[in-house]
């Protein structure tokens, strides 16, 4: 049974930090890929960043691309975002997910009930 606990919400001046953490339990192997998705109400969810490749390899969203940094402790099964110079655009629910090593894309399989991040002007 896999489970995906988030934490690290919160509400945050522009311009200040906020880290996400995702604890993971049930994955069979560490070359899952995981990720973290964001939605706001009535917009689409969206890939915000995602590791794979066994944790070698990261994306991210063009509009978090050298404001966010995104990592992976194996050992602990650990997924974690740090999160800098945040926007007001950033506000919404950010969601944890996971995928089988060979998949990757969305919709993942398996998902967070989401921490809310909050940054105002």
């Known amino acids: 049974h896999v489970q995906l606990v988030e934490s690290g919400g919160g509400e945050v001046q522009a311009g200040g930090s906020l880290r996400l953490v995702c604890s993971a339990s049930?994955?069979?192997?560490?070359?899952?890929?995981m990720g973290w998705f964001r939605q706001t109400p009535g917009k689409e969810r969206e890939e915000v960043a995602a590791?794979?490749?066994?944790?070698?390899?990261?994306r991210y969203a063009d509009s978090v691309e050298g404001r966010f940094i995104l990592s992976k402790d194996n050992t602990k099964n650990t997924l974690y975002l740090q999160m800098n110079s945040l926007k007001p655009e950033d506000t919404a629910m950010y969601y944890c997910a996971a995928d089988p090593p060979d998949y990757c894309n969305f919709p993942f399989s398996y998902w967070g009930q989401g921490t809310q991040v909050t940054v105002s002007s």
């Open positions: 049930g994955l069979t192997s560490s070359a899952y890929c």
């Open positions: 590791i794979y490749t066994g944790g070698r390899r990261t």
